[in-house]
């Protein structure tokens, strides 16, 4: 399961204006709720602020991977936000995110989910692709960087992997 199969550009918003964590999850749970991708907005809020209590979801520089397993969903999926403005998220490295994966899944989904995360964290340390997502400006332009990062990184994991290395 690649990141890219799980995202779909209407459920990309490229202009978040919130200025809090609790507001940035909100407007995504929003945005899916009025996609029809979530009956409930509120039971999603709830798990991913458990989730955050536990381990700041602000994993690296500008970025955050919010995740849940809410019984309401059938299948997993990706929303994707970019705060121009950044917001404190309590992250690792104290610095402000500015892009936000948000993911959600059924919660026997969740062994899936683990490789998931370890892909997009295998994404998230590719200059490459960093520079093609704060490039990116349209739902459609966002959606093309994680497509082409993704299959440039399995491409190179396979030439080294074939190469013995």
Not at 117 to 143: C, M, N, V
């Amino acid at each position: 399961m690649n990141l890219s199969q799980l995202m779909r550009e209407d459920l990309i918003c490229t202009d978040l204006s919130e200025t809090t964590k609790e507001g940035a999850l909100r407007a995504l749970i929003d945005h899916l709720v009025d996609r029809g991708v979530l009956s409930d907005g509120d039971e999603v809020l709830r798990l991913l602020l458990e989730r955050e209590q536990l381990m700041t979801t602000g994993v690296r520089t500008d970025f955050a991977i919010p995740h849940a397993f809410p019984q309401q969903i059938g299948h997993s999926v990706v929303a994707f936000g970019c705060i121009p403005a950044g917001v404190d998220w309590q992250s690792l490295d104290q610095e402000p995110v500015h892009y936000v994966f948000l993911i959600l899944g059924p919660p026997q989904s969740a062994g899936a989910h683990l490789r998931l995360l370890a892909g997009l964290s295998r994404l998230l340390t590719h200059a490459d692709f960093i520079h093609r997502l704060t490039q990116a400006r349209t739902p459609a332009e966002i959606l093309q960087s994680v497509v082409t990062s993704e299959h440039e990184l399995a491409m190179a994991e396979q030439t080294s992997g074939s190469h013995g290395g």
